[in-house]
């Protein structure tokens, strides 16, 4: 980084070469974690703002499901940035730095398609998974002599209905999966009936395992139906909020105590709530 590093505002803006635009970035975090540069960034670790990256990933995603696609380009800026962050951190610490990072997307990029870069010959998208699964395994296999379980390098931090499609959606590569829709369904016909058992029976232990089991099943039928789980949760989750505000101030403005009212008054309410939403 050069001692005199500044930086125009202005001719940033007119700037359309992305390595140039990349240079700056990393030479900004340069300047900030350097001995004249900002306090609080120096005292940073890849400990204390390890979940800035995952907030900063599910930001970029909210503005994605809102179809906000000019505020997508500032989250991937910020998602850029906790990048930039991390490797800065490990320069530092003398364990990698930004060309590191490069160079190994690179090389897995090139490695993980040999149908564009090695004349590999591929029929369909699932051959494609297929054979990404392959090269996978071999790398884990390289890399983990210990761990050889295709499963293993699934981040676990990952919300419980991902992690799940994740594991399915492998596992499938493999041809390991449902014929048919119907196998599936049947399955969650299959796993209600147990639930049922264990609550009769007032094994909660068991009765929990029972709703893991309805609940890897209910994505595995979404997968099926090429339905996105997490989505169909969260749609539903903000429509219950939606038809319960709703709920609450049709209450409100007739001098209700909603708080205290009757379920059976409520559920009213709640019918109400659905036919005006």
């Not at 070469?17 to 974690?33: A, T, Y």
């Not at 090429?226 to 969260?234: M, P």
Request: glycine share 4%.
């Amino acid at each position: 980084m050069k001692k005199n590093f500044k930086i125009s505002l202005k001719n940033i803006e007119y700037l359309s070469d992305s390595g140039k635009l990349f240079l700056i970035l990393v030479n900004i975090m340069e300047k900030l974690r350097s001995e004249n540069g900002c306090m609080w960034d120096r005292e940073q670790t890849h400990e204390s703002i390890k979940r800035n990256l995952v907030e900063e990933a599910y930001e970029a995603v909210d503005t994605i499901e809102e179809k906000k696609y000019q505020e997508l380009s500032e989250e991937l800026g910020d998602i850029l940035l906790q990048v930039v962050f991390h490797s800065k951190i490990a320069a530092d610490n003398r364990q990698f730095n930004i060309c590191d990072v490069l160079k190994k997307i690179i090389k897995k990029l090139v490695r993980r398609h040999p149908h564009v870069f090695d004349n590999k010959i591929v029929n369909s998208s699932h051959e494609i998974l297929t054979n990404w699964e392959e090269i996978k395994k071999e790398e884990r296999r390289i890399k983990d002599r210990e761990n050889k379980s295709m499963f293993s390098d699934i981040p676990k931090i990952i919300p419980s209905l991902h992690y799940a499609y994740e594991i399915q959606s492998r596992a499938s590569r493999f041809g390991f999966d449902w014929d048919s829709l119907n196998g599936v369904i049947q399955k969650i016909k299959e796993e209600f009936k147990e639930i049922d058992a264990e609550y009769k029976k007032g094994d909660i232990k068991k009765l929990g395992e029972e709703i893991g089991d309805i609940l890897f099943s209910i994505v595995n039928l979404s997968r099926h139906m090429s339905i996105d789980s997490e989505k169909s949760l969260k749609d539903a989750c903000n429509k219950f909020i939606k038809r319960f505000d709703f709920m609450e101030k049709y209450a409100e403005e007739r001098g209700l105590d909603f708080k205290n009212m009757p379920l059976d008054k409520k559920d009213k309410l709640w019918e109400i709530a659905k036919k005006n939403l």
